[in-house]
């Protein structure tokens, strides 16, 4: 009985030895704590500030090499805090021994090519093998999944702000042709680059419809198959937006604007020099003691 009593006696003072213990290493080490405890390290704000996720595929070609260099450096310098936006180049399978070398070194370094089970084809399957086979493929999913061709330039910011205030289920989004149409409920939107959300591409990879109608031109294609399967219910053509380089197509062009989300047809280099100097593209460059060429 009286050994219990000790016991009980002294535990106060062992609570009070450690609580004094503790505090003392608390003010000796206050700078101890390692980062990986600290919240706002292990979440970057990117992450905790992106409403939504969207996937780029630009669709391309094995050989195009410096296309894809100069295109990594185009959307290299762009983001959005308010979308999580991941660029990748597709094409189908590699043909020559030296792709085999090249792009297996593209992919160690930048990780961002798909190549799909198809062979090169214009106009034979290829942005059904895109859609259908993503959900099989990627790690993960993204709420929207765009189709680009790779002589558009897209400006990733105003791309986004677009989006975020746009249903994220059932949507078909893009540039709607014909040019000077407004309704992007009849007929389809242009492959230079159009968004579809996830259920969406699912459905292209789970529906016989497209299955069964893969030939022909494949962005008309796409708005063919969702009027048959009475999808898409959500639609949003671009428009002033997006558009073709000034004088190259008819009513699809018109000026550069400020607020542009695409501009298509860009198949030359003074073109591409006069859509970066309009949207002051170089305009982050710090001067330096390393370079004297900009002043
Ligand atoms: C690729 O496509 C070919 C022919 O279309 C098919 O036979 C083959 O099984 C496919 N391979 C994979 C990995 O899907
Ligand atoms: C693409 O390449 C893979 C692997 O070499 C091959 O299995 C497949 O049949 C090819 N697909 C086509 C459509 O040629
Ligand atoms: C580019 O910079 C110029 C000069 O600062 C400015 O007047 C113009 O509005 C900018 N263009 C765009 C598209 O932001």
């Given at each position: 009985?009286?050994?219990k009593w000790?016991?009980?006696?002294?535990?106060?003072?062992i609570a009070?030895?450690l609580l004094?213990?503790?505090f003392?290493?608390?003010?000796?080490?206050p700078?101890v704590?390692?980062?990986l405890?600290?919240?706002?390290?292990?979440?970057?704000l990117?992450?905790?500030q992106?409403?939504?996720?969207?996937?780029?595929?630009i669709l391309?070609?094995?050989?195009?090499y410096?296309?894809?260099?100069?295109?990594?450096?185009?959307?290299g310098?762009?983001?959005?805090?308010?979308?999580?936006?991941?660029?990748?180049?597709?094409?189908?399978?590699?043909?020559?021994?030296?792709?085999r070398?090249?792009?297996a070194?593209?992919?160690?370094?930048?990780?961002?090519?798909?190549?799909?089970?198809c062979?090169?084809?214009?106009n034979?399957?290829?942005?059904?093998?895109?859609?259908?086979?993503?959900?099989c493929?990627?790690?993960?999913?993204?709420?929207?999944?765009?189709?680009?061709?790779?002589?558009?330039?897209l400006?990733?910011?105003p791309?986004a702000?677009?989006?975020?205030?746009?249903p994220?289920?059932?949507?078909?989004?893009?540039?709607v042709i014909?040019?000077n149409s407004r309704?992007?409920?009849?007929?389809?939107?242009?492959?230079?680059?159009?968004?579809?959300s996830?259920d969406?591409?699912?459905?292209i990879?789970?529906?016989?419809i497209?299955?069964?109608d893969?030939?022909?031109?494949?962005?008309?294609?796409?708005?063919?198959?969702?009027?048959?399967?009475?999808?898409?219910?959500?639609?949003?053509?671009n428009?002033?937006?997006?558009?073709?380089y000034?004088?190259?197509?008819?009513?699809?062009?018109?000026?550069?604007?400020?607020e542009t989300?695409?501009?298509?047809?860009i198949?030359?280099?003074?073109q591409?020099?006069?859509?970066?100097?309009f949207?002051?593209?170089?305009e982050?460059?710090?001067?330096?003691?390393?370079?004297h060429?900009?002043?």
């Amino acid at each position: 009985m009286k050994k219990k009593w000790v016991v009980l006696a002294v535990l106060p003072s062992i609570a009070l030895f450690l609580l004094f213990f503790c505090f003392n290493l608390l003010l000796k080490y206050p700078k101890v704590s390692s980062p990986l405890k600290d919240p706002i390290a292990i979440e970057p704000l990117r992450n905790t500030q992106a409403q939504f996720s969207l996937l780029i595929g630009i669709l391309t070609r094995p050989d195009s090499y410096d296309r894809r260099h100069f295109l990594r450096l185009i959307y290299g310098i762009q983001s959005s805090p308010i979308a999580e936006i991941h660029v990748k180049f597709v094409f189908c399978n590699l043909t020559k021994d030296e792709q085999r070398m090249f792009i297996a070194l593209e992919i160690l370094r930048f990780s961002d090519i798909i190549i799909l089970n198809c062979t090169e084809n214009m106009n034979s399957g290829k942005t059904y093998t895109y859609f259908s086979s993503l959900p099989c493929i990627l790690p993960r999913r993204y709420d929207y999944v765009m189709k680009a061709d790779d002589d558009v330039f897209l400006r990733i910011a105003p791309l986004a702000f677009s989006l975020q205030p746009l249903p994220r289920k059932d949507l078909y989004y893009g540039f709607v042709i014909p040019c000077n149409s407004r309704n992007p409920f009849i007929e389809y939107m242009s492959g230079m680059g159009f968004i579809l959300s996830w259920d969406l591409v699912e459905w292209i990879g789970d529906s016989s419809i497209p299955a069964n109608d893969i030939h022909g031109p494949e962005d008309k294609l796409v708005g063919k198959w969702l009027k048959m399967g009475n999808k898409a219910r959500n639609r949003f053509s671009n428009k002033p937006a997006m558009y073709d380089y000034p004088g190259t197509n008819g009513q699809c062009s018109h000026e550069l604007i400020p607020e542009t989300v695409a501009i298509h047809r860009i198949k030359r280099w003074d073109q591409w020099l006069t859509v970066l100097k309009f949207f002051n593209m170089t305009e982050a460059l710090q001067p330096s003691n390393l370079y004297h060429i900009f002043d």
